[in-house]
């Protein structure tokens, strides 16, 4: 289950610190009081160049910006996102595909929802990576109303301040919350 993190990883990761340490001081010119921030920011874009933020509420993005700038600074983990918004086509078109490929619409709600039901279209769900990444966000996450929701995504987190700090329910899967209760832990 958990895949042992190669030499590439861990020299990537190094790397990436490092560019943090190096983008301080510009940051710090810059913008002194976000400076950690942006340092962090810079270095992690170098490191998942295809990251967008964009469609995200706002919340959602302070949120995450706040802890994997935490994550990055007080423990030197990276936390990457793979996805976070998508809009309505884009979800309809990632669920007719996993129903195709899984054979049912049932099958589909284990892994996507379709789009009037996902968090990813409300802009407050984020697929996180790598795994040790999601470790950390897991562990610390509460802290920036961040909650992993789903037993079978180890990277899916949900942006859910209305908990007022606590973690909402977590369910086995996407579609467990329109099943019957009896089938949710059976």
Request: net charge positive.
């Amino acid at each position: 289950m958990d895949e042992p993190r190669t030499a590439r990883d861990r020299l990537l990761a190094a790397v990436t610190v490092l560019l943090g340490i190096l983008f301080l001081l510009p940051a710090l010119l810059w913008r002194p009081h976000r400076a950690r921030e942006l340092a962090c920011g810079w270095a992690l874009g170098l490191r998942f160049p295809t990251e967008d933020l964009s469609g995200l509420t706002e919340g959602a993005r302070a949120a995450f910006t706040a802890a994997r700038t935490e994550a990055f600074w007080r423990h030197g983990q990276l936390v990457g996102l793979t996805s976070g918004h998508r809009d309505p086509a884009t979800q309809q078109r990632l669920f007719d595909e996993e129903v195709r490929r899984s054979g049912s619409e049932a099958a589909a709600r284990l892994l996507v929802l379709p789009p009037e039901q996902s968090r990813h279209v409300k802009g407050i769900a984020l697929d996180v990576r790598p795994r040790e990444g999601a470790r950390w966000l897991e562990e610390h996450g509460a802290g920036h109303d961040l909650y992993r929701t789903y037993d079978n995504e180890w990277w899916h987190f949900e942006h859910r301040p209305e908990t007022g700090g606590m973690p909402p329910r977590r369910v086995s899967d996407p579609g467990a919350a329109a099943r019957p209760r009896a089938a949710v832990y059976s």
